[in-house]
């Protein structure tokens, strides 16, 4: 069911190999990342929790602290700040070091191998989830050297941000529409009840479904009221924080919501094993294009 959920929504365009070897990884993997340190909400009896979200048939999303999945992954790791790269140098068609820059200058780093793990481009969006930072750096980086690129066109707007003056906007998580939010226009109209898949369907159908209310002079609004109301607090207390931060209590108010740029299906070509056009250039995530997502 993963396999197909994935392809189904990628529009057809994913590779299905790939597709087919990282949902079989994937429950391996989420274990590896445990040992790593990383807490994922559970049930008493220890069986992880898993949540309901766009284009998934079934719940098989991990979470940590309800939304906050991202700051429990980056809290379990190292990380080296105020250090930017600068240029990867090649010669005769493999990596031999890389360039950087810190607060003491620019230093040289001798290596023959080197992993591009610098995200996305939601940054150069005005309505973006993605912090400035995320630009587009690592795909300069791998274009400069002569690295294939591929799929840049596809780049995803999450249908769900905050609408409100915050950049980057806050995420209101597809997960609260797995609990049972709806989307209403400023009518209190449902508009997405007769499209299959409702509220859950594909992002992109989602986000233009919206992206054509606003479009027409309305605004868009999640309804949690019903589905969650009073226990809203306690099972997203992040974005529950955020919305009462924009003055907002979304156990008894709508809370406005607007499509922003996201993800970005497209990146530095690579191989099932992450592995570039460039001897000793490796690429994973999102600044990676693996054939995984297809344009979605």
């Not at 994922?40 to 939304?67: N, Y």
């Amino acid at each position: 069911f993963h396999l197909c959920d994935t392809i189904a929504a990628g529009d057809g365009l994913c590779d299905e190999a790939t597709v087919r070897r990282v949902v079989r990884a994937a429950p391996e993997a989420i274990r590896t990342i445990q040992r790593f340190g990383v807490d994922f909400d559970q049930h008493p009896d220890r069986a992880l929790r898993l949540g309901l979200e766009a284009a998934h048939s079934r719940r098989r999303i991990v979470h940590a602290a309800g939304d906050a999945t991202g700051r429990e992954l980056v809290r379990a790791i190292t990380i080296i700040e105020n250090v930017e790269v600068r240029r990867l140098v090649v010669q005769d068609g493999s990596v031999i070091a890389v360039v950087a820059a810190g607060r003491a200058g620019a230093l040289a780093l001798p290596t023959r191998r080197a992993v591009l793990a610098t995200g996305g481009v939601g940054g150069l969006f005005c309505d973006t989830t993605n912090p400035a930072g995320s630009w587009g750096h690592g795909l300069a980086l791998a274009a400069w050297a002569g690295a294939e690129l591929a799929d840049l066109e596809f780049i995803q707007f999450h249908p769900t941000a905050l609408d409100g003056p915050r950049r980057p906007m806050p995420l209101v998580s597809e997960a609260v529409r797995g609990e049972g939010a709806v989307l209403i226009d400023e009518r209190g109209e449902r508009f997405l009840a007769d499209t299959p898949g409702g509220e859950l369907a594909p992002r992109d159908v989602v986000a233009r479904a919206i992206w054509h209310q606003l479009a027409v002079g309305r605004r868009v609004f999640l309804d949690a009221r019903q589905s969650l109301g009073p226990r809203f607090g306690k099972r997203f207390p992040g974005i529950a924080e955020l919305c009462r931060s924009a003055g907002i209590d979304p156990a008894t108010d709508l809370i406005p919501v607007r499509p922003a740029a996201h993800y970005h299906m497209g990146g530095v070509a690579v191989d099932s094993a992450g592995r570039s056009s460039i001897e000793g250039l490796w690429a994973c995530g999102e600044v990676a294009c693996t054939g995984l997502h297809g344009a979605n």
